[in-house]
């Protein structure tokens, strides 16, 4: 089947730095991507679309200048948190698809903001 | 505006006895309906799909869902529950040609030995 990675599994910063979180599809090219974030014992929010090559779509509620996503190629999307908080600490996960309506999903990113 | 319903928080559920994990939507148009299982700080692993065709779907583990479209149902089931089903299930949706999924709250499973 098709494999979506996430890099790092696990990252610690300090708040008031920046965070990116990449997401690659291994075995296949990934026309969109998505981004998620999850809390603790609670449900996938998505949080943007990202289309290759085009700028992402984010959902309501959701801060661009804050959560920058860049879809510079078919496999490869990135998530950078920026000047991140406490508050920005969860669980990120990201999804891909190659044109079929299943997503396929990575394994998450867990950050922590000290 | 498309919708996902997992009612229960938790289902605890006795080894080798069968499991109902339940999940109702809300969609214009034809509804595709998946399952995802998912265990401690690790993404979401898929279980089963229905795009179209058969109302029963089987899937991944043992695990099976019938599709019900007058009760606008997707209950995720399997015959005989292992330890290791012990996990937090959700369902989502998503409407033919596009590629969103609206994700229910989650169950957690909880198969005692």
């Known amino acids: 089947g098709a494999v979506v990675s996430q890099h790092p599994s696990r990252v610690i910063c300090k708040s008031g730095t920046s965070v990116k979180i990449e997401c690659r599809s291994l075995?296949?090219?990934?026309?969109?991507m998505f981004w998620y974030r999850q809390f603790p014992k609670q449900s996938l929010m998505l949080m943007a679309t990202?289309?290759?090559?085009?700028?992402?779509?984010?959902e309501q509620g959701v801060e661009k200048d804050k959560f920058l996503i860049n879809h510079a190629s078919l496999t490869l999307s990135t998530l950078t948190v920026t000047s991140a908080h406490p508050e920005d600490s969860s669980f990120y996960i990201c999804?891909?698809?190659?044109?079929?309506?299943?997503?396929?999903f990575g394994p998450g990113t867990r950050l922590t903001v000290l | 505006a498309q919708s996902v319903a997992q009612p229960e928080d938790q289902v605890n559920v006795a080894e080798g006895n069968p499991l109902t994990v339940k999940c109702t939507y809300s969609?214009?148009?034809?509804?595709?309906l998946f399952w995802y299982v998912q265990y401690p700080n690790r993404g979401l692993q898929f279980l089963l799909k229905?795009?179209?065709?058969?109302?029963l779907v089987k899937g991944s583990y043992g695990f099976e869902a019938e599709f019900n479209k007058s009760q606008t149902s997707f209950h995720l089931k399997k015959p005989s529950a292992l330890v290791s089903d012990s996990a937090l299930y959700f369902c989502?949706?998503?409407?033919?040609?596009?590629?969103?999924?609206?994700f229910g709250t989650g169950t957690r499973l909880k198969v005692l030995a």
């Open positions: 989502a949706v998503a409407t033919s040609g596009t590629y969103k999924y609206i």
């Open positions: 229905y795009i179209t065709g058969d109302n």
């Open positions: 990202s289309n290759e090559g085009s700028k992402a779509t984010y």
């Open positions: 075995d296949f090219q990934a026309t969109t």
């Open positions: 969609v214009s148009g034809n509804p595709y």
């Open positions: 999804s891909a698809t190659g044109g079929s309506d299943e997503q396929f």
